[in-house]
RNA sequence: GUGGGAUUAGUUCAGUUGGUUAGAGCGCUAGUUUGUGGCACUAGAUAUCGUGGGUUCGAGUCCCAUAUCCCACCCCA
């Protein structure tokens, strides 16, 4: 045991790899449905890009980046997140120009230096989207309804949806204010960050965990009740089209993305069974980012979900995953002469686009019978020197023990045909 | 960044107040009279007991350090 995995970082072994590719596979499939194409972007971008799109005072760019010089002399940074290599995509490769709304999925590793916990990795992965050019409400509904059929598809039940909206710009600003009056007679009796975080970043004192605090903020004003006309009219639109199809959600008025670039809805899908890393997905719409990091003024809205914690609830709810069939039949040899033969009908099958295997470790017949029921696999053709006589196989069934007798000129093509 | 628990075979774990060659289940390999698997039975392989120091006649067991894993807080996906 010299190596092992490092720190935050783990194998996805071939037990487990079934149920990735079901949830990979089912989302892409979902996001095809819904007009959205893939897009795949590079696992390191210049540093810059994270401290302008993600938020210069973000805790995940502050202190999780993994970030490090490159033999140029120019700081990169593995991505903590999706959406700001997409958003540097969709200006590089002028995507403004496509006809609107230009929607993109994709399924990368993203990369946070954090304490590791359960459902939470230093290298994980995400299932994310984002959608460019569409102001009205009606795309955040979409991009919403896209995880219902996903969560749907893979028969996952009861996972909540808690929307929220965090205004714009001009609203926060109003609220900021409105904060300030109800903290302030309140000042004294408060911590030490949140007297700091008073001037600077008044929202933040509402989700202050010193316990004074919290008996304070509990009935501090709250965002939603003081969004601007505008803000109000899409937060009132998402809700009725929610309702017009019928997908549940409950308003949680404490969520606050961590991401800088978040404006107006914020949304999360969490677990009702587990607590703390209960947060499957997050997502909310991004106004101003494609602007601010030199795009022209582009509305946005996007997700992500972290695949380790779906696969987390997943099994928790004891989804069934289902097992590969890859391959279908084992020939097994009886003599040294039958192995040739076997060898060629092998070749043959796989070419055919039948899987099949073979004895390889000069298993007795025993053993190899051994093999093939434990590998799980279906049927089972033994062939030795009678058989290649008679030019006369038999394919035995597993799973009840019955047998087909099959001509071994015709065995391809009933393999073909029939397993 | 703060706090708690753990580390013995491929894996899950046992190991008494410190005392001889460190155990079990599962898994793996082979076999149970030479041509039909899952069950059962028999045999076998595999451990520098996380690492480095220390105490002791003697350490898997006690002490110190360190690493790693797991979990919670914070934050997030």
Request: net charge negative; charged share 25%.
């Amino acid at each position: 045991m010299r190596y092992s995995a490092q720190k935050g970082t783990r194998d996805i072994l071939p037990s487990e790899i079934i149920a990735w590719h079901k949830a990979e596979e089912t989302f892409s499939r979902v996001c095809h449905r819904f007009g959205y194409e893939e897009i795949r972007i590079p696992t390191f971008e210049q540093t810059d890009l994270f401290q302008r799109g993600v938020g210069d005072t973000t805790d995940v760019v502050q202190k999780e980046m993994y970030t490090f010089e490159d033999k140029g002399g120019r700081s990169i940074s593995l991505r903590p997140e999706g959406t700001a290599g997409v958003v540097r995509s969709f200006i590089e490769n002028g995507m403004g120009s496509l006809p609107s709304p230009v929607r993109l999925f994709y399924n990368i590793t993203a990369f946070r230096y954090e304490k590791m916990q359960k459902g939470r990795f230093r290298e994980f992965h995400q299932f994310g989207l984002e959608a460019f050019g569409a102001q009205g409400p009606d795309i955040d509904a979409e991009i919403i309804s896209v995880l219902r059929v996903f969560f749907n598809e893979m028969g996952l039940k009861s996972i909540k949806l808690c929307i929220n909206s965090i205004g714009c710009p001009t609203c926060r600003k109003a609220y900021n204010d409105s904060l300030r009056d109800y903290f302030r007679p309140h000042l004294e009796e408060m911590c030490y960050d949140c007297k700091s975080r008073f001037e600077k970043n008044p929202l933040r004192m509402i989700d202050c965990k010193v316990p004074e605090c919290k008996v304070i903020a509990a009935n501090a004003p709250k965002l939603i009740d003081h969004l601007c006309d505008d803000c109000k009219a899409h937060f009132e639109g998402l809700k009725e089209r929610l309702d017009n199809i019928g997908i549940e959600y409950s308003i949680d008025p404490n969520i606050v993305r961590g991401l800088d670039y978040y404006t107006r809805t914020v949304f999360e899908f969490v677990s009702e069974n587990v607590g703390s890393q209960g947060t499957i997905c997050g997502g909310g719409r991004y106004d101003g980012l494609v602007e601010s990091m030199g795009g022209t003024a582009v509305p946005g809205i996007g997700f992500a979900m972290g695949v380790e914690r779906f696969m987390l609830e997943a099994n928790s709810q004891g989804v069934d995953f289902g097992k590969t069939d890859y391959v279908k039949v084992y020939l097994a040899n009886l003599s040294d002469k039958a192995s040739m033969v076997i060898n060629k009908l092998a070749y043959e099958l796989r070419l055919k686009g039948v899987g099949c295997e073979v004895d390889l470790c000069q298993r007795s017949f025993r053993a190899q019978m051994k093999y093939a029921g434990k590998a799980g696999i279906p049927y089972v053709v033994v062939i030795g020197d009678d058989e290649l006589d008679k030019g006369e196989v038999s394919i035995k069934r597993m799973s009840d023990g019955t047998s087909n007798t099959v001509a071994l000129s015709n065995f391809v093509e009933y393999c073909m045909n029939e397993l």
